[in-house]
């Protein structure tokens, strides 16, 4: 069966800190990888991946994808209180997004 | 340019009761795909409709239905509403292979 599994769940910090997210999967007809960030309601579009290795960076986010090893990581750097929501990783298999439980992340001042 | 817009943003019902979902999707796409997301979980993929079919379903029992447009709006019925129904639905749209963009959702409460 298919499967996205987030680690940790949840994550508590301190401005400045540098926090790395972990999402694994397993599923058939793998076609990309993406992150959200959900704050109250809608998650929002953080990355999209497909290809092994090539790291994308959004100013101080960034992430990338292991396709021989089945995960990829979402790495904050010099994290601030506005950093605080839930990141959701999700794997696009043909028309089904399945998602992950998500990390919920608090930072501290 | 509106983003997805869900309505309504609150909802209060019954066991047994029926209710209507509505979601108009981002400006530009084609396809749209609701989501159920219980408390202090991931979203659940219910299905996705393409050309006003549905094109792929999750594992949601037959009450979960729903209908798109010709202009792409879409809506999501649930029939025989039980409890564990309650949860956040969320509608995303998308065109091709970018990224789905979720509207903030219908909070259903089932009393």
């Known amino acids: 069966e298919d499967k996205v599994v987030q680690s940790p769940l949840s994550l508590v910090v301190h401005e400045g800190d540098t926090v790395t997210l972990n999402c694994s999967y397993e599923?058939?007809?793998?076609?990309?990888l993406l992150w959200y960030k959900q704050e109250k309601k809608a998650p929002t579009f953080l990355f999209m991946l497909t290809s092994s290795g090539i790291e994308k960076k959004s100013g101080r986010l960034s992430s990338i994808l292991d396709k021989k090893e089945l995960f990829s990581i979402l790495n904050i750097t010099a994290t601030q209180t506005g950093d605080s929501a839930i990141y959701l990783c999700?794997?696009?298999?043909?028309?089904?997004?399945?998602f992950g439980a998500g990390t919920r992340l608090t930072v501290k001042p | 340019d509106a983003g997805v817009t869900q309505s309504p943003t609150h909802l209060i019902k019954t066991r047994g009761q029926q209710v209507t979902l509505r979601c108009s999707p981002k400006?530009?796409?084609?396809?749209v795909s609701w989501y159920q997301q219980a408390l202090g979980q991931g979203p659940q993929f219910i299905f996705q409709?393409?050309?006003?079919?549905?094109?792929q379903r999750g594992n949601f029992p037959d009450r979960f239905s729903g209908h798109q447009f010709p202009n792409y709006s879409s809506e999501l019925n649930v029939n025989a509403l039980l409890l564990g129904d309650s949860a956040l639905y969320l509608c995303a749209s998308s065109l091709g292979a970018q990224p789905q963009h979720f509207g903030d959702g219908t909070r259903l409460s089932i009393l």
């Open positions: 999700a794997v696009l298999n043909n028309n089904d997004m399945r």
């Open positions: 400006s530009g796409h084609d396809t």
């Open positions: 599923v058939t007809n793998f076609r990309s």
């Open positions: 409709y393409y050309e006003e079919e549905e094109r």
